[in-house]
């Protein structure tokens, strides 16, 4: 049975979805430069699951508005900076998940468990990793961060290729991008 995208996704041109990623108001963190750093004591699990000294966040706006304080910096250090400070966060894999992706008009949709909705292509791009036998795919978010696919975001994008092609790939506003680790 193929894929259907949830009706929040689906029902989505793909000039609503960019619109909608326009008007997500995030915190300028690129442009502060905060002295004092420390560690923030948390930790991202694999799977998406926030933790803080231990404890797990279990309040998804909590989980979204530190998502916005969120950066990765050349080295791979994932940062929570606000302008009076920059803390560490220990992050497992990827900082995000894509839960959702959905194929409009030329171009690939995604939804991140933040509630995001992310677009795929130049600036965004897809990344394959891993091997033939433990493969996992990426997508770039913001800010040098990167969503991992779940297991049934992974799924559906590999149907969305073989729908068009047996080559593994997929093509979101004009960039193209293999599901195969190199």
Known sequence: MPYEAPPELANLTLAQIAE????????????WS????????MRIAADGSWFHDGGQINRPAM???????LMRDAQGQHWLVTPFEKLTIEVEDAPLIATDVSE???GLGFRINTDELVLAG????????????????YLTVRRGLEARLNRSTYQQ?????LSHDD????????????????
């Open 157 to 161: 994008l590999a149907d969305i290729a």
């Open 34 to 41: 905060p002295q004092k750093t420390g560690d923030s004591l």
């Open 63 to 69: 989980v979204r508005a530190f998502a916005g304080l």
């Open 20 to 31: 909608q990623v326009k008007q997500r108001k995030l915190p300028p963190v690129e442009e």
């Open 122 to 137: 130049p600036d965004n791009p897809i990344a394959a990793r891993g091997n033939s036998e433990t493969p996992a795919l």
């Open 167 to 182: 080559d593994w790939a997929v093509t979101s506003q004009g960039a193209r991008f293999s599901l195969l680790p190199a």
């Open 104 to 106: 409009v008009q030329g």
